[in-house]
């Protein structure tokens, strides 16, 4: 079946080190984006991108960077891990109106 | 940009009773209002959806209302089930062509046998 997949699907890691989420689908989607869920605040969009040459900043991007290596590959990075970025992430995908989620990667920042 | 807020943060219900959960948006553009449902564990997966051409669409023991003039938007739960147990995810977006979705904080709901 055709899937959104994420690794790793868990991370620990220190302050200050660099750390890379991949995504992965075989949707055929074009939109592709990442969020993350903290306890009470819901699913915040970090970036989403329309297309192969599209990149766009969410409403919590500072701190975060993305590369959009394919249609059908979209990677997450940490430049400097801090504690408070410390949350479960999700990349999703998207045809027309419906968000196809990944199964999540939880990171934990020491 | 737009705003989803939702309400409540938490919802217990006994088995067999009616669970509602509520969202409101800011912005009179949006016009999609889908919902998600994340069990625990999971990713979130969409439930129902409606659009702004309509005021109710029904899904067996799921519905979801809107009004679009108080720009409010409700799923309604009937009959529930220890399956209905999960966090509820309402969202708003301009459908069609390119948007990107906003989401409420979500509700957890516990069904209580």
């Known amino acids: 079946d055709a899937d959104v997949t994420q690794t790793p699907r868990n991370r620990i890691t220190k302050t200050g080190k660099r750390i890379m989420l991949e995504c992965s689908q075989t949707k055929g989607h074009d939109r592709m984006y990442w969020y993350r869920q903290d306890p009470g605040l819901g699913l915040r969009l970090i970036y989403y991108?329309?297309?192969?040459?599209?990149?766009n900043k969410g409403e919590i991007s500072d701190g975060y960077s993305v590369s959009r290596q394919a249609q059908a590959k979209f990677s997450l990075s940490l430049e400097s891990a801090i504690p408070n970025q410390t949350a479960l992430y999700f990349c999703?995908?998207?045809?027309?109106?419906?968000?196809?989620f990944g199964p999540g990667t939880r990171l934990t920042v020491l | 940009g737009e705003n989803v807020e939702q309400h409540p943060s938490t919802l217990s219900v006994q088995e067999g009773d009616s669970a509602v959960i509520k969202c409101t948006y800011s912005d009179s553009a949006s016009n999609y209002f889908p919902w998600y449902k994340q069990e625990l564990g999971k990713r979130p997966q969409l439930i129902i959806d409606?659009?702004?051409?309509?005021g109710e669409k029904k899904d067996q023991r799921i519905a979801v209302t809107l009004n679009k003039t108080a720009k409010h938007f409700s799923l309604h739960i009937t009959e529930t089930q220890p399956e209905d147990s999960a966090v509820y995810f309402c969202a708003a977006s301009k459908s069609g062509g390119y948007q990107k979705v906003t989401f409420g904080t979500g509700t957890k709901l516990q069904v209580i046998p």
């Open positions: 999703a995908t998207s045809d027309t109106n419906e968000q196809f």
């Open positions: 991108s329309f297309d192969v040459k599209d990149i």
């Open positions: 409606i659009r702004s051409n309509v």
